[in-house]
């Protein structure tokens, strides 16, 4: 019974030293809720709109010119900027001002008109990422569409039926099914993970200073007094008032994003739940090592913090794990919100059930063994704190 | 006081500042551990992590049950793209579907059986992909090579059907594309991953580390109780100006070297577009770090402990990168975010940064951006001044606010004594009582 008493001993400890150091709220409540307002605020409906697009008209404002700059005006995602010159609208591509930008030459209408086969030219601005590829796809279609409205005119002057133009203009068509984002929603695409990471850099970075503080301001032997001399009960007190502080805003968020914003789930949100518990908790293990490597507690923030700034990369979820060298690869395993990514994956994305992300969670739980490693090391530090304090 | 002597004594306290504060960076490791582990090695690292920034050779599953000519035509030409390649061919969709789940195709490409039958009746055929979302770049692969073989097919098949109808030859070139048209990509033609995220993250990390090495410095110092402030009220005569200048110079001086091999040696290691000129690139480099120092020195003045800077504002880096643009479009933001990344001098430098290595701009051509940045170098100086005369006024009535402290802890119920006695034991209150005693 012992042991019980004194984790609920440590327990009640850390809850002061949280309650007298504003530190705490300002290091995980605040910046947890100014990301999640900031990312999910920040891709607004999730699709781009009101892509900046120039159109350099050299025919003089033919029917033409017109009819292709009010095609792409009455488009939901452009916006026209017109342009006298094709100096002036390069200009503003150089300055990252439009996403792409047409050129109309010259007696490109009357061309038309008289079966020449004018030549048009597009420009993309590839430099910003969603940017590009949607003025990409907005300035081929218009394009094509272009096409087969010329085309069109001319099948209905020789008497074909509209099926048959239909046949002659499009004979292929490609659906695309993005399967578990339907909308290509870059919000439910991005903030899925980004979210998880953040509290998940919250987590590390926050118990790496709870447990290092108590060498830098030499409390650490009356911790162990507290524990009973303990070093595991030290960590499973400190633990106890973290993992339900964690817990809750992990599962605040989870319930956020798939209950309240009605994220599509194509598995179950209480599958994402464990999702949760267990980066939470991998979280915790992360820190613990950091510490318990270094037992100095600058060293081990800075340690931290260039490592929770790297997991965003190596969650695989903008370019892909098996897309970077092979050397760094095997680094990705590393990362609790890598393990978390595939997971979700599998639940959200496909639904698959506990056949599909059963192995995940066991990467996560490995996580748990690696604060054991270190913990005797940590305790030699607590007692002779004979490393740097600050 | 003469001139002369005012500036003889300007530049004597200017040395000793910046004398003071060089040797403060070199003695304490977490700021090395930032400024040259992370300034140096950081912008390497990303650029490997992001080499291949090409997503080639995405494996699809194609289900194909048409099985005709026409199909096996277009499944050839998908496994010749470079975006596609074709791994498996699975009898049905439940079991391509099966591959997808394990990770082993990113798309699937499907063919209905009437698929031939409807392109020699001369209907409309269709194709379906089914892509894989859990990243955006397999998705886009998918989408792009089974799309440009539909282009290419589209065109035979048009000429095709023309010439069943008697049109043939040129004119039939032209009833198939009246309107012929260009795709240029001038920058970035493969829309490679590595240009959008590295020109972007390069300069976030010099900003980032500076700012975070600055605040682990000043927080030191103040926990010390050696806050750079104090200097004006033990010094008489002695301005703002001197010292952040002198400790600007400092870390200018250092940012500025990193700056200078992040723009120009780091690209050429990894490949990186190099359009701009050296000369635009050392005035970006000046300008940017000249803006970062301030913008840190400002900042950093709310920092009052050396840890609490990743507390605080580590979350604020993947924020920064977001806000320069360089994925989701600048003009796209919502109008709150366009203003707030005023704040920021990455969202310029990078804009600018980006347009002169890789769209061959000048800084003249970013004159906009350029003019931004010094306006925010000259508000954040001026703020810096204004909080160091603020922290000495905090500072010199410190006892005051301890007081009043202490007051309110009282008056809400706070035994500092006994909170002391459970967090450090009898030693923290011995220690406490001691210095109260001092203190009187």
């Not at chain 2, 459970?422 to 109260?436: L, M």
Request: proline fraction near 3%; hydrophobic fraction near 45%.
């Amino acid at each position: 019974m012992g042991r019980l008493q004194n984790i609920r001993a440590v327990a009640r400890r850390e809850l002061r030293i949280i309650g007298q150091r504003p530190i705490y709220f300002f290091g995980t409540i605040v910046p947890l809720v100014l990301s999640t307002i900031f990312y999910l605020t920040f891709f607004g409906e999730g699709t781009a709109e009101k892509l900046p697009v120039g159109v350099v008209d050299m025919d003089r404002a033919s029917y033409f010119s017109k009819a292709l700059g009010r095609e792409l005006g009455d488009n939901q995602l452009c916006k026209v900027v017109t342009y006298k010159s094709f100096v002036e609208a390069r200009t503003d591509m150089q300055k990252g001002k439009i996403a792409g930008f047409v050129v109309i030459p010259e007696n490109t209408y009357k061309d038309v008109l008289s079966f020449r086969r004018p030549t048009f030219a597009f420009y993309i601005n590839g430099l910003y990422f969603v940017g590009g590829s949607m003025a990409y796809k907005e300035l081929l279609t218009m394009a094509n569409m272009g096409n087969g409205a010329v085309e069109r005119e001319f099948l209905r002057a020789y008497g074909y039926s509209e099926d048959e133009i239909m046949g002659m203009i499009q004979p292929i068509i490609v659906e695309c099914h993005p399967i578990g984002n339907k909308e290509i929603n870059f919000n439910y695409y991005l903030s899925s993970i980004l979210l998880p990471a953040v509290l998940s850099m919250i987590i590390i970075i926050i118990l790496i200073y709870s447990l290092g503080s108590e060498m830098k301001y030499g409390t650490s032997r009356h911790l162990l007094r507290t524990s009973g001399n303990s070093i595991t009960v030290a960590i499973a007190g400190k633990l106890y008032v973290y993992t339900i502080l964690f817990s809750i805003l992990g599962l605040g968020l989870i319930f956020l994003l798939y209950d309240w914003l009605d994220f599509p789930i194509a598995g179950h949100v209480w599958t994402m739940v464990l999702d949760m518990l267990l980066l939470v908790l991998s979280s915790e293990a992360m820190a613990i090592f950091f510490i318990g490597i270094f037992p100095v507690t600058r060293l081990a923030m800075s340690a931290g913090a260039l490592y929770s700034i790297l997991a965003f990369s190596f969650s695989g979820f903008t370019l892909p794990v098996e897309q970077m060298p092979t050397a760094i690869q095997s680094l990705a395993i590393g990362f609790p919100i890598r393990h978390y990514y595939l997971y979700y994956v599998q639940d959200v994305l496909y639904g698959t059930g506990f056949a599909g992300w059963w192995q995940e969670a066991v990467h996560m739980l490995l996580f748990l063994f690696l604060p054991l490693m270190v913990m005797p090391r940590l305790k030699k530090a607590y007692i002779y704190l004979n490393f740097p304090r600050n | 006081m003469s001139i002369y002597s005012y500036f003889k004594q300007w530049f004597k306290d200017f040395l000793e500042i910046f004398d003071k504060e060089l040797g403060e960076i070199f003695h304490d490791s977490g700021a090395m551990l930032i400024f040259f582990f992370a300034g140096i090695i950081y912008p390497l690292m990303y650029n490997g992590i992001y080499y291949h920034g090409l997503l080639d050779k995405t494996n699809i599953a194609v289900v194909d049950n048409a099985d005709c000519p026409e199909s096996r035509e277009y499944i050839r030409e998908i496994d010749a793209t470079r975006e596609c390649n074709v791994k498996t061919k699975c009898v049905n969709i439940d079991q391509a579907k099966k591959l997808m789940e394990k990770g082993k195709v990113h798309g699937i490409v499907y063919f209905p059986a009437d698929y031939g039958e409807r392109l020699n009746r001369k209907d409309q055929a269709f194709i379906y992909i089914y892509a894989d979302m859990s990243s955006f770049l397999y998705y886009k692969d998918a989408m792009m090579s089974v799309n440009h073989v539909m282009i290419s097919q589209l065109h035979d098949i048009q000429i095709e059907r023309y010439r069943e109808a008697g049109i043939v030859g040129e004119a039939a070139e032209m009833q198939a594309k009246p309107l012929q048209y260009d795709e240029e990509y001038p920058y970035n033609k493969a829309f490679s991953y590595q240009i959008f995220i590295c020109t972007a993250i390069l300069l976030v990390i010099m900003q980032q580390t500076m700012f975070y090495g600055m605040a682990l410095i000043s927080g030191t110092q103040r926990e010390e109780k050696r806050s750079y402030a104090k200097l004006i009220s033990e010094r008489k005569g002695l301005g703002a100006g001197r010292i952040i200048l002198a400790r600007g110079s400092v870390y200018g001086m250092i940012y500025l070297a990193l700056t200078l091999y992040v723009l120009t040696i780091v690209p050429r290691l990894f490949g990186l577009p190099q359009l701009g000129g050296f000369g635009d690139l050392f005035g970006l480099s000046v300008i940017f770090v000249i803006d970062c120092v301030f913008f840190s020195m400002f900042w950093s003045s709310f920092i009052t402990r050396r840890e609490s800077i990743f507390m605080l504002f580590l979350f604020m880096s993947p924020i920064c990168l977001f806000l320069t643009g360089f994925a989701w479009p600048w003009y796209s933001m919502p109008k709150f975010y366009q203003i707030f990344s005023y704040i920021l001098p990455t969202t310029f430098g990078v804009q600018t940064f980006m347009n002169i290595s890789c769209a061959g701009a000048d800084l003249v051509t970013c004159h906009d951006a350029v003019i931004t940045l010094t306006i925010q170098s000259i508000v954040y100086c001026l703020l810096t001044c204004l909080t160091i005369y603020i922290e000495d006024w905090i500072l010199r009535h410190k006892t005051q606010f301890q007081e009043a402290k202490e007051k309110f802890a009282e008056k809400a119920g706070v035994d500092i004594e006994e909170n002391l006695r459970i967090i450090g034991g009898e030693e923290a209150v011995e220690r406490y009582r001691q210095e109260r005693q001092q203190k009187q």
